[in-house]
């Protein structure tokens, strides 16, 4: 088992890449449901995820819908900073899947309305309108891996 990063259709190959990394660096499984805003052998998605996309699990799905499917019984979380909720204030577990929106617009407004009490957020100042994407999924991640005492990672 292990926590999984979803990415709905993201932009910007340099994001992807850097939480391609994480992925690798943490045993966390990548999802990338497509339209993807670049081509997977985009030479700057390449280079974010620098020589460890062999140690990455990454599967793509054409739609939302095929990762609901294939994860039914899992719970999903979904970050957005239109949550209430701090990302803090959950207790995760292995298995759970974080769910992240694309770089321009964020979540579809359907899937929040649809999941009211799984939505998480990052505080922020009223400086800026949003993380980075792939921080903010280093960000979860590393909350979730805290909480469960970083399984299989080295010191
Ligand atoms: C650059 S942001 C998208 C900005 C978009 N205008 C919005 O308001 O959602 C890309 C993704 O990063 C995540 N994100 C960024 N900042 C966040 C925050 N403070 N809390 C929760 N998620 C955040 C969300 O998943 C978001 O869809």
Known sequence: MAFHIVLVEPEIPANTGNIARTCAATGT???????????????????????YW???????????SEVEERFKGHRFFYASTRANKRYSDFEYKDGDLF???KETKGLP???LDANPNQLIRMPMTDKVRSLNLANSAAIVVYEALRQTDFPGMLD
């Open 99 to 101: 769910v992240f929106g």
């Open 109 to 111: 407004q359907e899937l």
């Open 29 to 51: 499984h990548l999802h990338l449901v497509r339209p993807l805003g670049f081509r997977t052998d985009d030479a700057t998605l390449k280079r974010a995820g620098l020589d």
């Open 54 to 64: 062999y140690a990455v699990n990454l599967t793509y799905y054409d739609s939302f």
